[in-house]
């Protein structure tokens, strides 16, 4: 079992930034995936960006076609806490965020999820 805690959502103002915060504990030597969905009110839930580990040292990354350039997602060393940082925020990005990780069997875990308000 792996466990998700958040944190780092709050209100921004357009074009501002924020940090998210994921930390797993657990099982997190069978974690092979890291990353972050959101969704909006109304609409499903939906990939925002994901670290996958390619088996050895490295990892790739891959982004939704509406925040590449603007968000990076990145994994300290110990690869428990992964971050997305998010640049030159829009409404549009308003949504709960939820962390995700991916382990060795198909598990998914996911985090309670953190409000991201983006507002003037």
């Known amino acids: 079992q792996v466990q998700l805690v958040e944190s780092g959502g709050g209100l921004v103002q357009p074009g501002g930034s924020l940090r998210l915060s994921c930390t797993a504990s657990?099982?997190?030597?069978?974690?092979?995936?890291m990353g972050w969905y959101r969704q909006a009110p109304g609409k499903q839930r939906e990939l925002v960006a994901m670290m996958t580990s390619d088996g050895t040292s490295g990892s790739s990354t891959n982004y939704a076609a509406d925040v590449k350039g603007r968000f990076t997602i990145s994994r300290d060393n110990a690869k428990t806490t992964v971050y997305l940082q998010m640049n030159s925020l829009k409404a549009e990005d308003t949504a709960v965020y939820y962390c995700?990780?991916?382990?060795?069997?198909?598990?998914?875990?996911w985090g309670q999820g953190t409000q991201v308000t983006v507002s003037s």
């Open positions: 657990g099982s997190i030597a069978s974690i092979y995936a």
């Open positions: 995700y990780a991916g382990s060795r069997g198909n598990k998914d875990s």
